[in-house]
């Protein structure tokens, strides 16, 4: 019998907030380790989760540049900080004297896969907002501009680019299900879609399965935080642009963001952080709002919208403004009360 | 000449962490130790200039470990500065998201950071090490898998309350956004049903009634004697605590500081105070005080109400990004054990006032507010009023102040929000990791961590152990220390 070959991972954090490891260890069915453990990847070094004492950290990392041992999925969580003024000395590794952006960009020249865990690290993510100060790049872009840590032209061993396991945290199932077919050597770039995300989660919108989709037929928009109507009108939800399968896989076995009662704010975007306006607020031009699905016609758009809205059926609106169903559907049946 | 150690990177904690030793000529002990938070990303100067409400988006990405903590802190800062009480739905839900987060903190804090040190080889030849290394070896550990599975299922009041954790939104100044339906609060009771049974099966080997209920140490110490070693993970940590002394290591100042948390109708579940010259004293936010002498940040000391946060990454003597927070010039603990021990909770009390604050007593009382908190989240859910309205509008002055107090899992977190036309003029924030691991302040006193591995000996591997058990048992966060 021919042993399975065993997968050498190893994970670095930088310029984020841990938040990724922590959706990791929500993963279900099977949690973390077993998932790991059944696609025969191998844990050299995680910071939170590892047994190694720190002192086998110089090790590891000696034994990858020397060819040693084979790196072969690289995991970096957190946007590589690239500041003051280019050193990376806001972020030295703890114990050696060099910067974390060295450490990345030394290693990703021996991975076999490189993944970006996360937005920040991805597109440098919240960090990057309000104007960079300090000056955080994503490993293969900056926002939507490529380039990044590494360099548009950087590909890994595998003659892969950088994978984008984007989002603001990263759906746990997005990370293990990637790292999973590349066990099963199943994930090639044809499974990157144009901003180098897994294509599995970015070929559905946020606004998929959202829940709220009869308000939003309509038009029937919630105006504050708690009313059951659609949030995109008022509220900021960018579910409709959002490239992500949230209401279809969702979160925490239950949730997604419209779910809970708030905005979706496109966290699997490059440049979401710096989205142009308060993020629970859409900006509207002359009371439409700008920011419309991205595929469609505005004029189609403004038009399907006015009929609809004069459309809508009695319940259908006082229900969008409150907090409670004011009237079910058997009860709007038996009034008959929709609006002629 | 001394010589000095690095321990970093130090894993099995949240960020980046190093600690740096400095021995005696014969090197036999600590002369001091210096800590350092070595990533620095400025998250306060993103929100000059921002909208108000921005906060609930920015703030909790501070940090993905405390990230409720985060939000709760920065809508109670907003519902101070516009003057708006929260919705009684809101306040329940809150707290029951903000309890469920420090459960689930607690949980992975036992399981993955702290437990894997007793399987290290300086232990190899104890008595018990087969059996602690079969259950706690890190990622293979027998026990790891059953916590991930009973800690994700539990998350799943997550998924339904705050849509998805880390990161939600849901928080408001008003309330929440979430509205609960009864057949919601019935599920979330079934979650809970099925929480406390693993915690009674696996982590204590006892109902969650007599654990919360353990008055004294002359009780705990009957209830360990009462229960075999392999009885439960609560027993063994027990056993190896008396076995290693865990009471001896890790004393700080013994100062205390908490916040009140868990606001319900006109009071909180925690009070909050501080616990100074062997008193427990009423909190004055205005004695906190933030020193930069050892932080490469300019300045030298700011009131968090008028604070700066401005990268110098060449001063003198600096050696970490983390600033140095006094309350009334003293070095506090905060954490699971201070909000204990001010709220007069006898347990606490006892345990402190016998031993004084170390690792053994920070565990325990973690372990009991484990039990005690997953009591209260029911009681939270039960209290939830279907048909009463979650969240209250508000409305936004053009100026002012606010200050949200709240704590995380490792302890008291406080935002401080200037507002003026409109906008966020000056956001700063003081977490708890800043406190426990803060840098020397303008008179050269070390932080609470500091003082607890200075003095020790460090020749056995033993003692080298003993170190790690005493950095992990404040729970320090990183990403919140500095952030």
């Given at each position: 019998m021919i042993m399975p070959k065993q997968l050498n991972l190893l994970w670095l954090q930088s310029g984020g907030c841990g938040g990724c490891t922590m959706s990791l260890l929500n993963a279900e069915q099977p949690n973390v380790f077993d998932a790991f453990k059944n696609s025969h990847i191998?844990?050299?070094?995680?910071?939170?989760?590892?047994?190694?004492?720190?002192?086998?950290f110089a090790q590891i990392i000696d034994d990858i540049r020397s060819n040693k041992v084979q790196l072969d999925i690289l995991c970096v969580e957190g946007a590589a900080v690239t500041g003051p003024d280019g050193t990376g000395g806001f972020h030295m590794v703890s114990g050696m004297d060099i910067p974390m952006m060295t450490l990345i960009d030394q290693l990703a020249q021996k991975s076999l896969y490189t993944l970006a865990i996360g937005s920040c690290t991805a597109y440098g993510g919240m960090t990057r907002s309000n104007k960079n100060q300090t000056d955080v790049k994503g490993l293969q872009y900056v926002a939507e501009q490529k380039g990044g840590l590494l360099g548009s032209d950087y590909v890994s061993k595998s003659n892969m680019p950088v994978i984008n396991i984007a989002g603001c945290p990263a759906h746990p199932e997005w990370i293990l299900h990637t790292i999973q077919a590349i066990a099963l050597e199943r994930f090639d770039e044809n499974e990157l879609d144009t901003v180098q995300r897994p294509k599995f989660y970015t070929e559905h919108l946020a606004h998929h399965a959202c829940p709220k989709n009869e308000y939003y037929e309509y038009k029937a928009s919630a105006a504050t935080p708690g009313q059951a109507g659609c949030l995109m009108e008022n509220l900021g939800c960018k579910a409709t642009q959002a490239a992500a399968d949230c209401n279809i896989r969702l979160w925490n076995g239950h949730g997604s963001c419209p779910k809970a009662g708030y905005a979706c704010i496109n966290c699997t975007a490059p440049g979401f952080e710096e989205p142009g306006h308060a993020f629970s607020e859409t900006p509207k031009l002359a009371g439409i709002p700008i920011g419309l699905p991205t595929d469609m016609p505005k004029a189609w758009f403004i038009a399907l919208s006015s009929l609809s809205k004069a459309a809508t059926p009695e319940r259908i609106k006082t229900n969008a403004r409150s907090e409670t169903i004011k009237i079910s559907p058997d009860m709007a049946k038996n009034k008959g009360n929709a609006k002629k | 000449m001394t010589r000095k150690i690095s321990l970093g990177p130090l894993n099995r904690v949240e960020g980046d962490l190093d600690i740096q030793l400095s021995l005696d000529e014969n090197e036999h002990f600590i002369k001091e130790a210096q800590v350092k938070s070595t990533l620095y990303r400025g998250f306060e100067n993103l929100l000059t200039g921002k909208a108000v409400m921005d906060a609930l988006a920015i703030t909790p990405r501070v940090c993905g470990i405390c990230s409720i903590s985060q939000s709760v802190a920065a809508a109670k800062a907003i519902a101070d500065f516009a003057k708006t009480p929260m919705a009684e739905n809101g306040q329940k839900v809150t707290n029951i998201l903000l309890a469920s987060e420090m459960v689930a903190d607690i949980l992975t804090h036992f399981y993955l950071f702290f437990m894997p040190d007793f399987t290290q080889p300086a232990y190899s030849k104890k008595a018990w090490s087969d059996e602690v290394n079969s259950s706690f070896t890190a990622v293979s550990g027998k026990q790891h898998g059953l916590m991930l599975k009973a800690r994700a299922e539990f998350l799943h009041i997550m998924g339904i309350l705050a849509g998805k954790w880390p990161h939600s939104m849901v928080f408001q100044p008003g309330g929440v956004s979430k509205t609960v339906s009864l057949s919601e609060q019935i599920k979330l009771l079934g979650i809970m049903a099925n929480f406390k049974s693993y915690l009674e099966q696996v982590v204590f080997g006892d109902k969650l009634e007599n654990i919360a209920n353990l008055q004294n140490q002359t009780e705990l110490e009957n209830w360990q004697h009462r229960h075999s070693f392999s009885h439960s993970d609560f027993s063994m940590f027990l056993g190896i605590s008396n076995d290693l002394s865990l009471s001896e290591f890790g004393a700080s100042s013994g100062q205390l500081l908490a916040f009140p948390a868990f606001e319900q109708d006109n009071n909180n579940y925690y009070r909050g105070g501080v616990f100074l010259d062997n008193q427990i004293q009423a909190l004055a936010t205005s004695n906190i005080v933030e020193h930069h002498d050892f932080a490469k940040l300019y300045g030298d000391k700011f009131s968090p109400v008028s604070g700066l946060t401005q990268p110098d990454i060449n001063k003198k003597d600096a050696y970490t990004w983390c600033k140095a927070p006094r309350y009334d010039n003293k070095v506090m603990e905060t954490g699971s054990l201070a909000r204990q021990f001010i709220n007069g909770e006898s347990l606490a009390l006892s345990l402190v006032n016998s031993t004084g604050t170390n690792i053994h007593n920070r565990m325990i009382l973690r372990l009991v507010e484990l039990a005690k908190l997953t009591l209260q989240i029911e009681n939270w859910i039960k209290d939830i009023e279907p048909k009463n309205t979650f969240c209250h509008q508000i409305k936004m002055p053009k100026e002012g102040q606010g200050i949200g107090l709240s704590e995380a899992a490792r302890g008291s977190l406080g935002h401080w929000l200037t507002v003026e036309n409109g906008k966020i003029s000056n956001y700063q924030l003081v977490a708890p990791t800043s406190w426990n691991f803060s840098p020397r302040d303008n008179q050269g006193i070390p932080g609470a961590l500091e003082q607890s591995l200075a003095k020790l000996p460090y020749q056995s591997e033993q003692d080298k152990q003993m170190l790690q058990h005493i950095i992990r048992s404040f729970d320090p966060c990183m990403l919140c220390t500095v952030h």
């Amino acid at each position: 019998m021919i042993m399975p070959k065993q997968l050498n991972l190893l994970w670095l954090q930088s310029g984020g907030c841990g938040g990724c490891t922590m959706s990791l260890l929500n993963a279900e069915q099977p949690n973390v380790f077993d998932a790991f453990k059944n696609s025969h990847i191998n844990l050299l070094w995680h910071a939170s989760l590892s047994a190694n004492p720190s002192n086998d950290f110089a090790q590891i990392i000696d034994d990858i540049r020397s060819n040693k041992v084979q790196l072969d999925i690289l995991c970096v969580e957190g946007a590589a900080v690239t500041g003051p003024d280019g050193t990376g000395g806001f972020h030295m590794v703890s114990g050696m004297d060099i910067p974390m952006m060295t450490l990345i960009d030394q290693l990703a020249q021996k991975s076999l896969y490189t993944l970006a865990i996360g937005s920040c690290t991805a597109y440098g993510g919240m960090t990057r907002s309000n104007k960079n100060q300090t000056d955080v790049k994503g490993l293969q872009y900056v926002a939507e501009q490529k380039g990044g840590l590494l360099g548009s032209d950087y590909v890994s061993k595998s003659n892969m680019p950088v994978i984008n396991i984007a989002g603001c945290p990263a759906h746990p199932e997005w990370i293990l299900h990637t790292i999973q077919a590349i066990a099963l050597e199943r994930f090639d770039e044809n499974e990157l879609d144009t901003v180098q995300r897994p294509k599995f989660y970015t070929e559905h919108l946020a606004h998929h399965a959202c829940p709220k989709n009869e308000y939003y037929e309509y038009k029937a928009s919630a105006a504050t935080p708690g009313q059951a109507g659609c949030l995109m009108e008022n509220l900021g939800c960018k579910a409709t642009q959002a490239a992500a399968d949230c209401n279809i896989r969702l979160w925490n076995g239950h949730g997604s963001c419209p779910k809970a009662g708030y905005a979706c704010i496109n966290c699997t975007a490059p440049g979401f952080e710096e989205p142009g306006h308060a993020f629970s607020e859409t900006p509207k031009l002359a009371g439409i709002p700008i920011g419309l699905p991205t595929d469609m016609p505005k004029a189609w758009f403004i038009a399907l919208s006015s009929l609809s809205k004069a459309a809508t059926p009695e319940r259908i609106k006082t229900n969008a403004r409150s907090e409670t169903i004011k009237i079910s559907p058997d009860m709007a049946k038996n009034k008959g009360n929709a609006k002629k | 000449m001394t010589r000095k150690i690095s321990l970093g990177p130090l894993n099995r904690v949240e960020g980046d962490l190093d600690i740096q030793l400095s021995l005696d000529e014969n090197e036999h002990f600590i002369k001091e130790a210096q800590v350092k938070s070595t990533l620095y990303r400025g998250f306060e100067n993103l929100l000059t200039g921002k909208a108000v409400m921005d906060a609930l988006a920015i703030t909790p990405r501070v940090c993905g470990i405390c990230s409720i903590s985060q939000s709760v802190a920065a809508a109670k800062a907003i519902a101070d500065f516009a003057k708006t009480p929260m919705a009684e739905n809101g306040q329940k839900v809150t707290n029951i998201l903000l309890a469920s987060e420090m459960v689930a903190d607690i949980l992975t804090h036992f399981y993955l950071f702290f437990m894997p040190d007793f399987t290290q080889p300086a232990y190899s030849k104890k008595a018990w090490s087969d059996e602690v290394n079969s259950s706690f070896t890190a990622v293979s550990g027998k026990q790891h898998g059953l916590m991930l599975k009973a800690r994700a299922e539990f998350l799943h009041i997550m998924g339904i309350l705050a849509g998805k954790w880390p990161h939600s939104m849901v928080f408001q100044p008003g309330g929440v956004s979430k509205t609960v339906s009864l057949s919601e609060q019935i599920k979330l009771l079934g979650i809970m049903a099925n929480f406390k049974s693993y915690l009674e099966q696996v982590v204590f080997g006892d109902k969650l009634e007599n654990i919360a209920n353990l008055q004294n140490q002359t009780e705990l110490e009957n209830w360990q004697h009462r229960h075999s070693f392999s009885h439960s993970d609560f027993s063994m940590f027990l056993g190896i605590s008396n076995d290693l002394s865990l009471s001896e290591f890790g004393a700080s100042s013994g100062q205390l500081l908490a916040f009140p948390a868990f606001e319900q109708d006109n009071n909180n579940y925690y009070r909050g105070g501080v616990f100074l010259d062997n008193q427990i004293q009423a909190l004055a936010t205005s004695n906190i005080v933030e020193h930069h002498d050892f932080a490469k940040l300019y300045g030298d000391k700011f009131s968090p109400v008028s604070g700066l946060t401005q990268p110098d990454i060449n001063k003198k003597d600096a050696y970490t990004w983390c600033k140095a927070p006094r309350y009334d010039n003293k070095v506090m603990e905060t954490g699971s054990l201070a909000r204990q021990f001010i709220n007069g909770e006898s347990l606490a009390l006892s345990l402190v006032n016998s031993t004084g604050t170390n690792i053994h007593n920070r565990m325990i009382l973690r372990l009991v507010e484990l039990a005690k908190l997953t009591l209260q989240i029911e009681n939270w859910i039960k209290d939830i009023e279907p048909k009463n309205t979650f969240c209250h509008q508000i409305k936004m002055p053009k100026e002012g102040q606010g200050i949200g107090l709240s704590e995380a899992a490792r302890g008291s977190l406080g935002h401080w929000l200037t507002v003026e036309n409109g906008k966020i003029s000056n956001y700063q924030l003081v977490a708890p990791t800043s406190w426990n691991f803060s840098p020397r302040d303008n008179q050269g006193i070390p932080g609470a961590l500091e003082q607890s591995l200075a003095k020790l000996p460090y020749q056995s591997e033993q003692d080298k152990q003993m170190l790690q058990h005493i950095i992990r048992s404040f729970d320090p966060c990183m990403l919140c220390t500095v952030h």
